[in-house]
């Protein structure tokens, strides 16, 4: 095995396999979490959600945290599910393969209404079916695509916060040939104690995340072509193994 001549920065926590895979091919990624979510445990919240539990509501989730969460609330163990559970009539419209994945295990496959790998594109789908409104199962810091989108398209938008994210940034004294940012939260709470020089590359794992760095950095930031994180990670991995790397 080589030893490795890149050094990759993960600002969230990755599988030891994709961390493995990355070694064998010279390559060492560092992975350190820059912010943290919090399910949101509250009375009120717990019975909001188990009201709606009964009905005949769409459901939207854009983050595996809120899936994780409002199951947490309903008691929903990993699936698949039992067909005799008390699982809710929801039609579910969610973001990219990893949250639907989440989405099948706690709640099933039948409830899936559709799919897409952006908070804009799911915002077209949905719109497509024309629904009254929609149930949005998001974070407190939540981006405005989707809600704007659809209010704009005359369609109800109830949120409901469902979990808190908080930074946890850490100072850092090692230079990283490739940092990779997989929310603009985990940006913001990286720039705000450390600053990086101008050979580092940034991997962003949409438009977003990208927009949240620019006024940090000027460095070269490359947008993820998946909405997965580990495709970004294989994707970073790929491009330092290429002949376009800057030594």
């Given at each position: ?43 009120t ?20 945290n ?44 039948d ?7 952006s ?7 949905i ?88 006024p ?9 072509t ?22």
């Amino acid at each position: 095995m080589p030893d490795p001549t890149i050094h990759i920065l993960s600002t969230r926590p990755l599988a030891k396999a994709l961390l493995d895979q990355a070694t064998t091919h010279g390559i060492a990624i560092e992975a350190l979490s820059f912010i943290e979510t919090i399910p949101i445990i509250d009375a009120t919240l717990t019975q909001r959600i188990l009201d709606l539990s009964t009905r005949r509501i769409t459901a939207v989730f854009t983050s595996m945290n809120a899936v994780e969460a409002v199951a947490q609330h309903l008691q929903l163990p990993a699936g698949p599910p039992s067909p005799t559970g008390p699982l809710p009539p929801w039609q579910i419209f969610c973001i990219g393969s990893a949250t639907r994945d989440l989405v099948t295990s706690h709640f099933g496959e039948d409830k899936i209404g559709g799919t897409a790998p952006s908070a804009k594109a799911l915002a077209a789908t949905i719109i497509s079916y024309h629904p009254a409104e929609v149930f949005f199962y998001c974070g407190d810091q939540r981006r405005d695509e989707l809600p704007d989108q659809l209010t704009k398209a005359s369609i109800k938008v109830n949120e409901l916060i469902v979990y808190h994210t908080s930074p946890t940034p850490h100072k850092l004294e090692s230079i990283y040939d490739g940092i990779v940012f997989f929310s603009p939260s985990a940006v913001h709470s990286f720039f705000s104690v450390n600053a990086i020089p101008p050979t580092s590359i940034l991997f962003a794992i949409g438009a977003t995340t990208a927009e949240a760095i620019r006024p940090y950095s000027s460095n070269r930031t490359i947008l993820s072509t998946t909405p997965e994180k580990e495709a970004l990670i294989r994707q970073a991995i790929d491009y330092f193994q290429t002949d376009n790397i800057y030594y």
